[in-house]
């Protein structure tokens, strides 16, 4: 299996970008919800599908118990959430307060890994690697171009602008 994607052409010419072509994510329209992830890792672990799922039901109101204790949530193989706020800007310090926070959400950063991709030795004999930085939940997805018109790109992710995200 791969991550399926579509060539887009950025055809916005107002942008450096115009005219360049950028692959785009696109998804079915099928979720994987908490029983169909309780049975993949039944298959992968010697747990019961039922006590898998009953972790999973009780890891967001545990998630949110730390999080209202103004803790992170580090997940390992996974990453690290947070809460994250905006907060509208008031002239005088003492009017500022959790009255003026008025969006809420929660902040992912996926747990990322040094992957060496080369090495070279220098004049004085030193060996000096090349790497870079790889999320580990996505270093080992492979790509594929798909031409099923049935997938389509999220409306909120038609990022084109060809940058890392």
Known sequence: MSQKFKKIQNKNDESTAYGKWFATAVYDQHFIETEELANFIQTQASVKKSDI????????????HFFELGQKV?????????????????????????????????????????????????????????Y????????????????????????DSGDTSGGNG
Request: proline share 2%; hydrophobic share 35%; with cysteine.
């Open 74 to 130: 580090k997940l390992d193989g996974i990453g690290i959430f947070k809460v994250g706020f905006s907060s509208i800007g008031t002239t005088e310090k003492e009017d500022c307060g959790a009255q003026t926070i008025t969006t809420r959400r929660v902040l992912f950063q996926p747990e990322t890994e040094r992957v060496v991709v080369g090495q070279k030795v220098n004049k004085q004999g030193k060996i000096s690697q090349k």
């Open 53 to 64: 799922k009953a972790v999973l039901d009780e890891l967001g109101s545990a998630m949110k």
């Open 132 to 155: 870079v930085v790889a999320k580990s939940l996505v270093k080992d997805v492979v790509f594929e171009e798909t031409y099923d018109t049935s997938l389509q790109p999220e409306s």
